[in-house]
Every structure is written in structure tokens, then in C-alpha cells.
């Protein structure tokens, strides 16, 4: 799956550090279906002058789950930023928006990057997140993907359930849902859609987002009714995306944000029923501005 460009500056120059305003969901399913956003430019947000705007422009697309990332000025402006992040948290939730951390760097998949993680849940704990959200996608260290990064991935997950006092949703591209022998050929690979299950069943895991960059929209609903009849016990929702650095097979960008609406309300009606949770869009810097 192509990474999009701006994320991998944002990577680059903050190690992933975001923000994730979402609907926590505390049930065995989703309460209800939301729709949500990716804010990697979380300028407007922070800036006390724009924020409440900028929600009133996500509310109007019917976005209550944004994810908001930080760049590397403001993640050095410490106590400021802080303060910035609680006003809008504050804001957030007078809007029925929750808030929870989004954290994501390939490098914390390993052990050695696992302090690093662990030390940005330490940091912001006394927020009042709703939730964490990690977007740590096994195919960003290369592909294909040893069995010993899959058991590190693990432990990572379950080093993160043990110290974060918020509950804990990921990012996964689909391909580990969708097969039941191993993905990459190798016969000691651990079935990382089994692990998760497990970890769903003892309440240790909420959610998971597929990141199903694909067109046409028929295949998208394919695709997600097949992995949820497949893993009933876990609780998903899917990304599309709207960015202008994936090809048109990809991605959503050029379609206006009625298009986006009516298409989600099709979506709605096809899935969720079947338990999925929502859309999220990847990212609000490329979706359309209203007509």
C-alpha cells in the first residue's frame, strides 16, 4: 500500500505524534456509525482564533472523529501546545466529539523503538483522552514481512494495553484479515488476525481500522463484509482516501464532498449492519471543500 507523502514528513519530523478526536467505542460493538478525519495540519485546531470554525466545517461533513497530527514546532513549544490541546479537547467534547492520542511510527514496532512509544503515552496521560489510536503498519519496515516482526508488533501491542490508562484501537492494512494461511509464505508466521481476536475478546482492543484504498466502492463493500463475516469478534472500521498523491484506483481526490456524503450514506446503509463502525478519510488537507 502506497504511504502518502505528507504523513511521511510527518513521521519524519515529529515521529508520529498525533491526535485522534474519536467516538470511543466501550461496547463489544460500535455504538453507532461515525465518520472521521485525518488532520495532519492540526494548525487551525490549535489556534484558538480558527478552532471552533474549523469543527464547525467538520461538522457540517458529518466528521465527529478527527485524527490531528503535530509537527515538529509544535511539539517543542511544549506546555503551549498542551495548553492547545486541552482547549480543543474541551471544544471536541461540547460537540459530542471524543478525543483519544494517535501515535505512529514504524519504529516502535521493534523493541528498541518501543521506549520511545511508551514515553508519549507517559507524557500526555493526564489528558483527558477518550482513547489511543496506533497507526503502525507492519508493511512500513518493508515487504515482505518476517514473522519475527509480526511477534514484535505484538508486543508492542500488548506493552502499549499494559501502560496506557486509555483503550487502545490500530490501523492494519486489510490483507491480514482476508487470508487464512500465512500472508508472506512463511509457515512459522503468527496469525496476527487470531492474536487480535483474543485480544478483542478480553476487552483489551476496540477497534481496527482497514485501510482499504480502493476503487471501485463495490469492492470496498466486498471486501469489508467479507472480513467481518470472517472475524466476527472484532470491531472495524474502514479508511478512504482523498489524497492527491495516490493513483485514481486509490484514491477519492477530485470527487466533490457531496459525492463523498452520498457515498458514505451508501456505505451506511450497505454495512452498517453489519457492525462496521465507520469511515475515516484520509486527510482533511485534500478533502473538498464544501460546495
Not at 504523513?7 to 456509525?33: F, K
Not at 505512529?104 to 512509544?117: T, V, Y
Not at 491480514?176 to 508472506?184: D, L, P
Not at 463502525?277 to 484520509?282: K, L, N, R, S, V
Request: glycine content about 6%; some cysteine.
Amino acid at each position: 500500500m502506497l504511504r502518502p507523502v505528507i504523513r511521511t514528513i510527518t513521521w519524519t519530523m515529529v515521529g508520529g505524534l498525533g491526535l485522534c478526536l474519536s467516538v470511543a467505542a466501550q461496547q463489544a460493538r460500535p455504538a453507532s456509525w461515525s465518520q472521521g478525519a485525518y488532520i495532519w495540519d492540526s494548525a487551525a485546531l490549535l489556534d484558538p482564533r480558527q478552532c471552533e470554525a474549523e469543527l464547525s466545517r467538520l461538522e457540517r461533513q458529518g466528521i465527529d472523529q478527527l485524527l490531528v497530527g503535530l509537527n515538529s514546532q509544535q511539539v517543542r513549544a511544549g506546555a503551549a501546545t498542551t495548553r492547545a490541546l486541552q482547549r480543543a479537547l474541551v471544544s471536541a467534547h461540547k460537540r459530542g466529539m471524543r478525543v483519544s492520542l494517535l501515535l505512529g511510527d514504524p519504529e516502535w514496532i521493534e523493541e528498541r523503538g518501543r521506549p520511545a512509544l511508551q514515553h508519549l503515552i507517559q507524557r500526555y496521560r493526564q489528558l483527558a483522552f477518550d482513547g489511543l489510536h496506533l497507526d503502525l503498519e507492519l508493511e512500513q519496515l518493508g515487504w515482505p514481512v518476517p514473522s519475527e516482526r509480526i511477534r514484535q508488533w505484538l508486543a508492542t501491542l500488548r506493552a502499549v494495553q499494559t501502560l496506557s490508562p486509555w483503550p487502545l484501537s490500530i490501523s492494519s492494512h486489510p490483507r491480514w484479515f482476508e487470508a487464512r494461511a500465512s500472508t508472506t509464505g512463511q509457515q512459522d508466521q503468527p496469525c496476527l488476525a487470531c492474536e487480535l481476536s483474543q485480544m478483542s475478546q478480553r476487552r483489551r482492543l476496540n477497534s481496527i481500522t482497514l485501510m482499504l484504498y480502493q476503487r471501485p466502492p463495490e469492492r470496498v463493500t466486498e471486501r469489508s463484509l467479507a472480513i467481518i463475516k470472517r472475524w466476527p469478534q472484532l470491531n472495524f472500521r474502514i479508511a478512504q482516501s482523498v489524497e492527491s498523491t495516490l493513483p485514481p484506483a486509490q484514491s477519492w481526490h477530485g470527487s466533490s464532498a457531496l459525492a463523498l456524503q452520498m457515498q458514505v450514506e451508501r456505505w451506511r446503509r450497505q454495512l452498517e449492519s453489519s457492525g462496521l463502525g465507520g469511515i475515516d478519510w484520509q486527510d482533511w488537507h485534500n478533502y473538498p471543500k464544501e460546495e
